[in-house]
């Protein structure tokens, strides 16, 4: 009865393609995160939906798009991948905008 | 802006002995405090959070912070540190609708 869930764990792909990453929570929280932790382990929110409404939208590429289908999904989908994507990507979630989120295990992304 | 501070990257520790990893923050406003801790090839899991109240926060696995408003400080503590404490400890802030993780600092507890 995992809490927050992301697939694929591992992602290994060409510089140029397209790829989405998923996540869901089965918490019945109303608030979803996406972070970036880069090799040097900082960690970076991205995106956090409410609701199904986007509340903040860090300074991130526009190739970079969360779309979520509904309050127990959070999915985000890159296009044009580049070097520089490689990372740890993060999904969380919270009861609301003020509580503690819980993350997932994260999903390793490498970009050749 | 809001901001976070963890000033030291690396914090070494006996097993048995006290351990202190410190973070200090910057917002406008009144700020939410956490800490979280994370395992090799892990996710970050929650140990404490300061809303409002005591300034001691008790949480998970023995840990304990201290939020001191006048230093604008929430350092995490434990009495006796273990050997399975040793892990990366991120301390975050929320203020405004917004969420800031600081750098992390990595606690080594040696046997």
């Known amino acids: 009865d995992t809490a927050v869930s992301q697939t694929p764990k591992y992602l290994v792909t060409q510089m140029g393609n397209d790829k989405s990453i998923k996540c869901e929570q089965n918490l019945g929280h109303d608030t979803m995160y996406w972070y970036k932790q880069d090799s040097k382990k900082f960690l970076k929110i991205m995106f956090s939906?409410?609701?199904?409404?986007?509340?903040i939208n860090e300074t991130v590429p526009n190739r970079f798009s969360p779309k979520s289908p509904d309050k127990a999904h959070l999915n985000l989908h890159i296009n044009s991948l580049e070097l520089g994507d490689s990372a740890v990507y993060f999904c969380?979630?919270?009861?609301?905008?003020?509580?503690?989120?819980?993350f997932g295990p994260g999903t390793r992304l490498t970009v050749l | 802006a809001q901001s976070v501070a963890q000033p030291e990257d690396q914090v070494n520790v006996a097993e048995g002995n006290p351990l202190t990893v410190k973070c200090t923050y910057s917002v406008s406003g009144n700020p939410y405090l956490f800490w979280y801790v994370q395992y090799p090839n892990r996710g970050l899991q929650f140990l404490l959070k300061?809303?409002?109240?005591?300034?001691l926060v008790k949480g998970s696995y023995g840990f304990e912070a201290e939020f001191n408003k006048s230093q604008t400080s929430f350092h995490l503590k434990k009495p006796s540190a273990l050997v399975s404490d040793s892990a990366l400890y991120f301390c975050a802030v929320r203020a405004n609708n917004d969420m800031r993780f600081g750098a992390g600092t990595r606690l080594t507890v040696k046997p």
């Open positions: 300061y809303i409002t109240g005591d300034n």
């Open positions: 939906y409410n609701n199904k409404e986007l509340i």
């Open positions: 969380a979630s919270s009861h609301s905008t003020t509580d503690t989120q819980y």
